[in-house]
Structures are given as structure tokens and as C-alpha cells.
């Protein structure tokens, strides 16, 4: 079960669920957006196809803690190191980008180097994804 945060938390932390690129597989980005919404986090989904641009203005404009790509396309590597640098030309580097989806083993040292702070690849638990933005959302907060 997926513990939600107490009641003497004043603001959720918000979330961007993001799907970049062309990839139009979303079922697991609405499963993952919903279970952090259950968790407590205030989570906001962009849908399909999103411009890198898009991502990060939305991103933004929302004041985010954490983006979250969802990437089934095998292109995680090129995409994950645009918004990372995107964010960075945007003077929001302080908001963590976590990758999720189709990614070997073999990449998530790669894209830990390009800047995610974090990667859940196919076969992550709910539990764990959660836990792991939660401690994101804590570094963030002190």
C-alpha cells in the first residue's frame, strides 16, 4: 500500500508527468500520474507528443518539483539531455527530472551523467517510484 503524506502537510508537492517526443504510449505515464496523485502529490499530465519547449515552459509555469518523462520510444537518452538542458537555459535547474519507461540497465548510468536525478526503468514498483520522488521532493525542500 502506498502511504499518502500526513495531514499537517500544507502544500503537496507538484509533479509534471511529462511524454516527450513522438512516443504515444501513455498508459503507463497515466497509471504512474495517478498513482502519485494518490499519494498526494499535485500531479499535472501533459499528454502525448510534447516539445521539449512545451515541457520545460509548462514546467515552469506550474513552479514544479519534479518532471517526470515517461519514454517508451528507446530515444531516452537524446531526450532526457535536451529538457535537462533546457531546464538549465530556462534558470530551472532546480527542478529534478526523473526518466521512466523502456530504458536498458545499461543506460541509467548515462542518464544519471546528462543530469536525471533519478531513473525508473520497466519493472519498477509504484512503491518505489513513489518513494524515490518523495526523497527527490525532500532534497528539493531543504
Do not use: C, N, W
Not at 506550474?62 to 518532471?67: G, I, K, L, S, T
Not at 519514454?71 to 533546457?86: D, F, K, M, P
Request: hydrophobic share 50%.
Amino acid at each position: 500500500m502506498i502511504s499518502s503524506p500526513s495531514s499537517a502537510d500544507p502544500v503537496p508537492a507538484r509533479v509534471l508527468v511529462a511524454k516527450p517526443g513522438l512516443d504515444g504510449h501513455d498508459r503507463g505515464a497515466k497509471i504512474v500520474a495517478r498513482t502519485l496523485r494518490d499519494a498526494g502529490f499535485e500531479v499535472i499530465y501533459t499528454g502525448i507528443r510534447q516539445r521539449i519547449d512545451d515541457i520545460v515552459a509548462t514546467a515552469v509555469q506550474e513552479d514544479v518539483a519534479v518532471v517526470g518523462l515517461s519514454i517508451l520510444s528507446g530515444a531516452h537518452v537524446a531526450l532526457t539531455g535536451r529538457v535537462v538542458e533546457a531546464l538549465r537555459a530556462a534558470d530551472a535547474a532546480d527542478i529534478a527530472v526523473v526518466v521512466g519507461g523502456t530504458i536498458p540497465q545499461s543506460d541509467v548510468a548515462k542518464l544519471r551523467s546528462l543530469g536525471a536525478a533519478a531513473v525508473f526503468p520497466t519493472g519498477t514498483s509504484l512503491e518505489e517510484l513513489v518513494a524515490g520522488v518523495r526523497r527527490l521532493v525532500e532534497q528539493v525542500e531543504v
